[in-house]
């Protein structure tokens, strides 16, 4: 058996050598290190894939974050909810422009931000949402963007973790994750579902002067050299993570589906087991572990565990050379730079749960049925004593 990784970037390289390796040559020939033709080519290519009229890429996926809040120009003292189980660059970037984070729980079946707990926290001061697709499935795009227009907040997609993925309407429509509200955010660092091979991000919009301000934000506020019409940061794709990008970019459905398939095999194996939930996906149009669509691209496969201790299967399975994660292991209301004597520990009750419970197992294109069975009999085999 091959060894078992967590990210198995090196087995997906081998795949796509050869024309990883032509782009990557032909961006040092022609030297455009920078806004060179790569980085125009895979914007437009993945404008087309996500149906989205503008893509502007960045540095990474925290700029990615930053620079939409800077163009929606938000001020300091606004407040922006978003939810308290993710990672910490959706708060931070929050809180480095002086806007007010505002953490709310997430739902129990998909870790998702739970729509009751943002209608609860709206007050005159919030002007946006920011969703969180957390480990590759939508949150509940309909209903916040019907508060938001409700309430005329901003929304801000926080889609690092699923791109790829679809959202369905109520009424069967069909949208990619990351272009619904006013603007969409990702990441393409290496890990990721569409990953480069250092760090990367991108942003989405659908409203033509919002892009043209984004545009400007991204490249030292500049839209003619050395004029500096807006404030901005140095944020820019370089071309050889472009041309990586753009020579994955075709793949990215089949590398979904080769996570949904991994998926299925997990949640088959481990179907049964008390003290152990699966994930669960929640599109009306899903069969529950995403046969037919791609609701869920499962940037993570994460359990629930009951009655177990965490840290024991965690130390027994990367003693038997299966590599695991927590994510995550704190509540972002309790990490020391986001504590705010506002919050009140009841209405966490289900993050303050999720960091006791869960765990996320290997999870990349490259995993093979060998790999998944020995991993599932190992966890049944630890939890049958």
């Given at each position: 058996?091959?060894?078992i990784q967590?990210?198995?970037?090196k087995?997906?390289?081998?795949?796509i050598?050869?024309?990883?390796?032509?782009?990557?040559?032909?961006?040092?020939?022609?030297?455009?290190?920078i806004?060179?033709?790569?980085?125009?080519?895979?914007?437009?290519?993945?404008?087309e894939?996500?149906?989205?009229?503008?893509?502007?890429?960045?540095?990474?996926g925290?700029?990615?974050?930053q620079?939409?809040?800077?163009?929606?120009?938000?001020?300091?003292?606004?407040?922006?909810i978003?939810?308290?189980?993710?990672?910490?660059?959706?708060?931070?970037?929050?809180?480095?422009l002086?806007?007010?984070?505002?953490?709310?729980?997430?739902?129990?079946?998909?870790?998702?931000?739970?729509?009751?707990a943002v209608?609860?926290?709206?007050?005159?001061?919030?002007?946006?949402?920011v969703?969180?697709?957390?480990?590759?499935?939508?949150?509940?795009?309909?209903?916040?963007?019907?508060?938001a227009?409700?309430?005329?907040?901003?929304?801000?997609?926080?889609?690092a973790q699923?791109?790829?993925?679809?959202?369905?309407?109520?009424d069967?429509?069909?949208?990619?994750?990351?272009?619904?509200?006013?603007?969409?955010?990702?990441?393409?660092?290496?890990?990721?579902?569409?990953?480069?091979?250092?760090?990367?991000?991108?942003?989405?919009?659908?409203?033509?002067?919002?892009a043209?301000t984004?545009?400007?934000?991204?490249n030292?506020?500049?839209?003619?050299?050395?004029?500096?019409?807006?404030?901005?940061?140095?944020?820019?794709?370089?071309?050889?993570q472009?041309?990586?990008?753009?020579?994955?970019?075709?793949?990215?459905?089949?590398?979904?589906?080769?996570?949904?398939?991994?998926?299925?095999?997990?949640?088959?194996?481990?179907?049964?087991?008390?003290?152990i939930?699966?994930?669960?996906t929640?599109s009306?149009?899903c069969?529950?572990?995403?046969?037919?669509?791609?609701?869920?691209?499962?940037?993570q496969?994460?359990?629930?565990?009951?009655?177990i201790?965490r840290?024991?299967?965690?130390?027994?399975?990367?003693?038997?050379?299966?590599?695991?994660?927590?994510?995550?292991p704190?509540?972002?209301?309790?990490?020391?730079?986001?504590q705010?004597?506002?919050?009140?520990?009841?209405?966490?009750?289900?993050?303050?749960?999720?960091?006791?419970?869960?765990?996320?197992?290997?999870?990349?294109?490259e995993l093979d049925?060998?790999?998944?069975?020995?991993?599932?009999?190992?966890?049944?085999?630890?939890v049958?004593?």
């Open positions: 058996m091959k060894k967590m990210v198995d970037l087995g997906q390289y081998s795949d050598k050869d024309i990883v390796n032509s782009s990557i040559q032909e961006v040092i020939e022609n030297t455009a290190f806004n060179g033709p790569k980085v125009h080519e895979f914007q437009e290519h993945l404008e894939y996500l149906g989205v009229k503008h893509v502007i890429p960045c540095g990474n925290t700029d990615a974050l620079i939409a809040m800077m163009g929606l120009g938000l001020k300091p003292g606004d407040e922006v978003t939810a308290d189980f993710t990672f910490a660059a959706t708060v931070e970037v929050i809180a480095l002086n806007l007010t984070p505002v953490l709310v729980d997430v739902n129990e079946d998909d870790f998702n931000i739970n729509i009751e209608k609860k926290a709206i007050t005159p001061k919030t002007k946006a949402i969703p969180v697709h957390l480990f590759g499935q939508c949150a509940d795009m309909e209903a916040i963007m019907k508060i227009k409700e309430h005329n907040l901003f929304v801000i997609e926080d889609n699923a791109i790829g993925a679809n959202y369905t309407y109520s069967g429509t069909k949208v990619k994750a990351g272009t619904i509200g006013d603007v969409g955010a990702t990441s393409f660092f290496p890990s990721k579902n569409l990953g480069c091979y250092g760090d990367g991000g991108a942003i989405f919009t659908n409203d033509d002067d919002l043209h984004i545009r400007g934000i991204v030292h506020g500049m839209y003619e050299r050395y004029h500096h019409d807006v404030v901005g940061v140095n944020s820019r794709l370089d071309s050889i472009a041309a990586v990008l753009d020579a994955k970019l075709p793949r990215l459905d089949s590398y979904n589906k080769a996570r949904q398939t991994a998926a299925k095999k997990y949640s088959t194996a481990l179907e049964g087991i008390v003290s939930t699966t994930p669960k929640v009306k149009s069969d529950g572990i995403c046969d037919a669509c791609d609701c869920h691209v499962f940037h496969y994460t359990l629930r565990i009951k009655g201790d840290d024991a299967l965690v130390k027994y399975l990367n003693d038997n050379g299966i590599p695991c994660g927590v994510y995550y704190i509540p972002l209301h309790k990490q020391k730079a986001y705010d004597s506002r919050y009140n520990e009841a209405d966490f009750k289900v993050t303050n749960q999720l960091v006791k419970d869960v765990i996320s197992l290997p999870m990349h294109t049925d060998e790999q998944i069975g020995y991993i599932t009999s190992t966890i049944i085999k630890f049958n004593g």
